[in-house]
Nanobody, 121 residues
Framework: QVQLVESGGGLVQAGGSLRLSCAASGRAFNSGGMAWFRQPPGKEREFVAA????????DYADSVKGRFTISKNDAQNTLYLQMNSLKHEDTAVYYC??????????????WGQGTQVTVSS
């Protein structure tokens, strides 16, 4: 049973914008906070942004602060990541996670399959 499904990835020029979406099952969406992680080519998975269960608190990696915005729509069980001023180094597979409010990937019990974001320089 698929719990989290990401969409919205693609190819964009540096300086452009993309919005990622993560459609969640009710069970996953209500399991706790949610987050976005990413895995650049040849590197380990890294934290991008997290939002608390009630949506009142957010946390961002320094590398994306001021450029990315995480949000959630409780009525639609959907998590978003608005990405502006994209840089080549933002190129990665982006993953949605649910079940915690943490920078540690091992804290999350639910994961999506990932969506590729490629930023051309």
């Amino acid at each position: 049973q698929v719990q989290l499904v990401e969409s919205g990835g693609g190819l964009v020029q540096a300086g452009g914008s993309l919005r990622l979406s993560c459609a969640a099952s009710g069970r996953a969406f209500n399991s706790g906070g949610m987050a976005w992680f990413r895995q650049p080519p040849g590197k380990e998975r890294e934290f991008v942004a997290a939002v608390s269960w009630r949506g009142r608190t957010t946390d961002y990696a320094d590398s994306v602060k001021g450029r990315f915005t995480i949000s959630k729509n409780d009525a639609q069980n959907t998590l978003y990541l608005q990405m502006n001023s994209l840089k080549h180094e933002d190129t990665a597979v982006y993953y949605c996670a649910a079940g915690a409010f943490s920078r540690r990937p091992e804290s999350y019990g639910y994961w999506g399959q990932g969506t590729q974001v490629t930023v051309s320089s």
